[in-house]
């Protein structure tokens, strides 16, 4: 026999935002029962109008990309004011501040007309920078997932263990150069190193939490039930923890991120966007140096905004946190 004592418990949690809150104040006070919810749940909303019966996803993704294009928008605004005033108004530039037009221009170029930059295609800087970032977050992922587990299910041993997780939370990205550079040199594994150990302390950080979350009436339920230790772990802790999950998992993918382009700039990869900018910075290339900052943060985003928060969305809905997904 299975036990999943976090379904038993959060999905009647589901049943009464759709029915408790909506009906029971009719059901109460007027004897009309099944005729009321009949007509509820013919409808798509109910006498709440919060509480959405059914699928609103459409609806919902458009009214996301809607404010993701008008946020996308707005920085594209704030850039042009900020490159026009600093080249027209101020007019004491030396070099042009690269306008969003220019920076685009060279996108196409790179992407579409074969340019190269630093002797390498901008698609082998983009599979350079995804490969170190590939290599080092799964790292990170399978470590930070096994010892926030072990931190958090344990109560006597999270004490302990937290600390040293925090200090090596709070070295900065770059403060980590030195030791990567002595244990593996200038190079991709110096890089990998620096993204691994920073991703990593930060998905432990959110797993533990995750798990020491669980109401402990859930677990002393679970083990009334006949649950043991391992189908506790994994059949409660582990999808009540989902969300708390998959937000350090978002979190470790943003810092990993972040800390590949810096790193690339400093440990002399020799291909990567990160070594792009400083190199075309250097050779007063802004233009092209804008070019990948705008490559970084759009696979930021992508990431970010559409691989996690569906991720995310999911795990909200199936934990009854979440409706229309």
Not at 124 to 140: N, Q, T
Not at 231 to 237: E, G
Not at 242 to 265: F, H, Y
Not at 267 to 288: E, H, S, W
């Amino acid at each position: 026999m299975l036990y999943n004592v976090t379904w038993l418990s959060v999905r009647p949690l589901r049943l009464a935002i759709h029915l408790g809150r909506t009906y029971v104040g009719e059901m109460l006070f007027n004897g009309d029962d099944d005729a009321r919810i009949a007509k509820h749940l013919g409808s798509r909303k109910g006498s709440d109008p919060n509480i959405l019966l059914g699928s609103d996803r459409p609806a919902a993704l458009a009214r996301t990309l809607l404010t993701f294009a008008i946020g996308i928008l707005i920085v594209l605004m704030i850039w042009q004011v900020f490159a026009w005033t600093y080249n027209d108004v101020v007019g004491r530039a030396v070099l042009r501040f690269p306008a969003p037009i220019e920076t685009f221009a060279m996108l196409g170029e790179f992407f579409f007309e074969g340019k190269t930059l630093l002797g390498h295609t901008i698609y082998e800087h983009i599979a350079s920078s995804l490969g170190r970032w590939l290599v080092a977050f799964a790292l990170a992922t399978a470590v930070g997932l096994v010892l926030g587990s072990i931190l958090g299910h344990f109560n006597s041993l999270f004490p302990i263990g937290i600390v040293p997780v925090s200090v090596y939370q709070m070295i900065p990205g770059l403060a980590w150069l030195p030791i990567a550079l002595l244990l593996f040199g200038l190079g991709s594994n110096a890089a990998v190193f620096i993204i691994f150990v920073v991703s990593a302390m930060v998905i432990t950080v959110n797993v533990a939490g995750g798990i020491r979350r669980v109401p402990p009436v859930v677990v002393r339920a679970a083990k009334m039930m006949g649950a043991d230790d391992l189908t506790l772990f994994l059949k409660v802790l582990i999808p009540y923890a989902t969300v708390d999950i998959v937000n350090g998992l978002r979190l470790g993918m943003g810092s990993a991120w972040r800390v590949l382009i810096a790193a690339e700039m400093v440990v002399g990869t020799g291909i990567g966007l990160g070594y792009a900018i400083t190199m075309t910075k250097d050779l007063l290339n802004y233009v092209a140096s804008f070019a990948c900052i705008a490559i970084i943060c759009i696979i930021g985003l992508l990431m970010d905004k559409v691989l996690f928060a569906e991720i995310e969305k999911f795990a909200r809905h199936r934990l009854g946190m979440e409706e229309g997904y």
